[in-house]
């Protein structure tokens, strides 16, 4: 079963909002999921609020995902504190983009393994690679412009968010690929 989440954008402290939401979990006696946007890899505030931010025009803007089934009573907690919920979205799925170039095919095996066994509901969009094997130029030479081996690749992981930041994570343990942001796309009300 796909979890649903809201973002919340919020204008607050963002220590205050990690104590207040390890609180309120704690104070309903269960673990909910609390993903913040700009921690997790997802893309960063526009220009403008940035800009805003550091002239002193509004305070620290956090968009924060939060468990669909805790929104309704963490919306209540959040107008009795010091947090004000500037906007709240209805997240349908996420997705990011990734590029790889790997030279070890133990590695490559482990990182195409990642990718073939992926979590529930995410698909690969336009995922491309090449594996290319050349035993002329086999041998250790640090700066190397040829390879033995080579795998490349490119594509888009989409699905739920949850599953998301999982691969996210996942594929951010392999140095030799290179991982955008993560965006969320939201629900038409």
């Known amino acids: 079963m796909t979890r649903a989440y809201i973002e919340l954008t919020l204008e607050g402290s963002g220590e205050y909002l990690h104590g207040f939401f390890a609180g309120f979990a704690a104070g309903?006696?269960?673990?909910?999921?609390?993903?913040?946007g700009g921690e997790a890899g997802f893309a960063a505030e526009g220009a403008g609020q940035k800009i805003k931010h550091a002239l002193g025009l509004g305070g620290?803007?956090?968009?924060?995902l939060v468990d669909g089934e805790a929104a309704a009573a963490l919306r209540e907690a959040l107008a009795t504190v010091r947090v004000t919920i500037r906007a709240e979205r209805e997240v349908e799925a996420a997705h990011f983009d990734y590029?790889?170039?790997?030279?070890?095919?133990?590695?490559?095996?482990?990182l195409l393994a990642a990718l073939r066994d992926l979590?529930?509901?995410v698909r690969l969009i336009g995922h491309e690679q090449n594996q290319d094997t050349d035993p002329a130029a086999r041998g250790v030479e640090l700066y190397s412009p040829a390879h033995d081996y080579e795998l490349?690749?490119?594509?888009?992981a989409e699905g739920p968010v949850d599953k998301i930041v999982g691969l996210y994570q996942i594929l951010s343990g392999f140095e030799q690929v290179e991982l955008d942001s993560m965006h969320v796309t939201y629900r038409n009300r």
Do not use: Q
């Open 28 to 36: 309903r006696g269960r673990r909910f999921e609390t993903i913040f």
């Open 152 to 156: 490349r690749g490119h594509g888009r």
């Open 119 to 121: 979590p529930a509901g």
């Open 60 to 64: 620290e803007i956090h968009h924060v």
């Open 99 to 110: 590029r790889f170039a790997i030279f070890n095919p133990e590695i490559a095996g482990r």
